[in-house]
């Protein structure tokens, strides 16, 4: 605990704790948010490589839950469904991660959130994205690489995907659960490189770590909520919480 209170008060970290939590709500609920609810949180009152620390780990660990909660063999049919975007974004991902310290993240945050926000304004409004069955190959690799980059940099790469599996019209618990094998394998990625980086480190990694518990008690209180509403109210709640990632980003971006 000494190296944490090294970062933060422990007034800090209880407010930590709680962003958590929150964070792991959402992601139970939608399956996708929690990186941006904590980063968001934790970039109002620690510095940006500590609160891309904190949210590593828990990252992790609440993706492999949600990946898993059918079974390994679902979440197997899963990898051989999206290995493209799988391989596309990890290869980006991995790259963009050493850029973290020199590559200002404003731009990248503006490019994602505007259509983000377009995307989701729209589809809540009625309009359809329809992806071709003979172009999601393309659309595929192209939003995976693109999701990689941004991950990389940020942490956060839930919105382009969830975008992309909304467009295809995915059912609610394969897009659970593939939302949780993309971002399970990229959260391996992203854990491995900010090893690298640097980012997660001695000091940083009994925080992240100390995140789990909340986030993965949050996320099981979104699960109870998730359960219980169906298709239509689940896209609902998903292009919701999508168009608050993308103003968000916006923000982030802007300010």
Known sequence: MDSIFALMSPTLLIAALGIAFLGGVVKGVVGFAMPMVVISGLSGFLPP????????????????GQALR?????????????WRFLLFGLVTLLLSAQLVAVLPADLLFL??????????????????????????????????????????ISGIWGPPTVAYLTAIE??????????GVIYGLGAVALTA?????????????????VMIAPAFAGMALGW???????????????????????????????F
């Open 49 to 64: 490589d500590v609160a891309l620390a904190g949210l590593i780990l828990p990252t992790l660990v609440a993706n492999g």
């Open 70 to 82: 059918q079974g390994i063999g679902a979440a197997i049919r899963s990898i051989r469904s999206v």
């Open 111 to 152: 490019m994602m959130g505007v259509p983000v926000v377009l995307f989701a304004t729209f589809q809540l409004a009625g309009w359809r994205l329809h992806i071709a069955e003979h172009s999601r190959r393309v659309w595929e690799a192209g939003i995976g690489a693109f999701a990689g980059f941004i991950g990389g």
């Open 170 to 179: 995915t059912p609610k618990v394969d897009q659970m659960r593939v939302m």
């Open 193 to 209: 490189a900010h090893v690298q980086s640097g980012v997660l480190n001695a000091q940083t990694a009994p925080f992240s770590a």
């Open 224 to 254: 109870l909520v998730h359960d219980k509403i169906d298709q239509q109210a689940f896209r609902k709640a998903t292009l919701a919480v999508l168009f608050l990632a993308g103003l968000n980003l916006i923000r982030r971006g802007l």
